[in-house]
């Protein structure tokens, strides 16, 4: 897969004066012939670092895709098994091909002896779900025997990620009931995706319009650009690594509150404000305070996050009094971001509406996030596995900005 890097070329930093840390040069403008390693703007913002058939954010036009596919669509659509075909084989199923990949993945469900034994002793020493995942995904691997992709082939690698993404639910909902004193629940191969894991959450066969409602957040968030746990999970499976520690690193990704976001934070905020003659209040304090409202913003969108669309539409179907007040909130928490803040464009991101469809879908907040990288994992997965067919390694370079060296080592 070829590099295609699109940056600006600066010569490396000024070394500058022993005592204090040299001044890195500001980087060159785009497309400056220099000789010295190509500089970034920070936090790789803007930067295409690879190509990829998986799928792209179009911010400006608030447009996401999977393939060659609308991602909102598909999610309205079309089932996560068939999202999770196209993802890792490019294509839809036809019936055929479906029923055949869902039952293969049904049966990939269960989780070996050997993790199931220890999960208890995970959620006693880790209760929050998915600081849980990332030991008992690590566990998952080694106990499969899952080899370094670099000496694997293409047929293999997609086994092991297969069926690493068909036990994250397993391990994610045992997780959270072992936390809180109770059994887990077996996953039940006759269900659906989305209708077993709110069964392995409750353990009880959840409502069709529940179960569709979780689809659709499901598959609306498999994938999302080259977002930090993704490149995370890219940049360790170009060093050949295996499926599950490509998975454990995004996870670790993931949990940072930059990133994983919070949904239940959204909710929080509802619960503040109240009641709908708080709204105004509420809201304006705690922008006039420079603070942020939860669910409002985006770093990539400058127009309505697609998704927020989509939720916003679902939470509606499932209507009732929370889905009132927050379709009202809404739109004063716009209306005065619009006031107080003339100059930017802050729109509904995906977060705000998330948080109500869990909810009304009867998840606990705790395990929002962890839903959130139930369905992030196949995404992973499939970066994962485009990635490993690339056999170079990535490797960038920083620019060094400390002490010139070298200076005498002192003596003791
Ligand atoms: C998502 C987020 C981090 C994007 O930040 P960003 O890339 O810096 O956003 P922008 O460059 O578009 O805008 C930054 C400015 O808009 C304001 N702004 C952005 N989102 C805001 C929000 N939700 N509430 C109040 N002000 C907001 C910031 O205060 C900042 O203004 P300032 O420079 O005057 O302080 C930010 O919008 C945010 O913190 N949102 C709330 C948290 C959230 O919902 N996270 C989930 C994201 S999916």
Redesign the pocket.
Known sequence: MPSTATTSRAQSGDPGSPSEPAKPDAPATPGASAGGPIVVPPGLAGVSVTDTSIGHVRGREGFYHYRQYSAVDLAERRTVEDVWHLLFSGELPDSEQRAEFTARLAAYREVPAGVRDVLPAIAAAAPAPLDGLRTALSLAGAAQGMRPMWDLDEVARREDALRLCAQVPTLLTALHRLARGEEPIPPRPDLPYAANYLFMLTGTEPRPEHSRAIERYLVSTIDHGFNASTFTARVIASTGADVAACLVGAVGALSGP?HG?APSR?LDALDAIGTPDRIDAWVRDR?EN??????????VYRTE?PRSRLLRRTARELGGDLVEFATAVESRVLAL?AEL?PD???HT???FYAGVVMELCGLPRTMFTPTFASSRVIGWSAHVLEQARDRKIIRPDARYVGTPPPQPVPEI
């Open positions: 930059l976001g959204a922008i420079g603070e942020r409202i939860m669910g409002f913003g985006h770093p996050d971001l803040k930017r464009e802050i991101n995906v977060e």
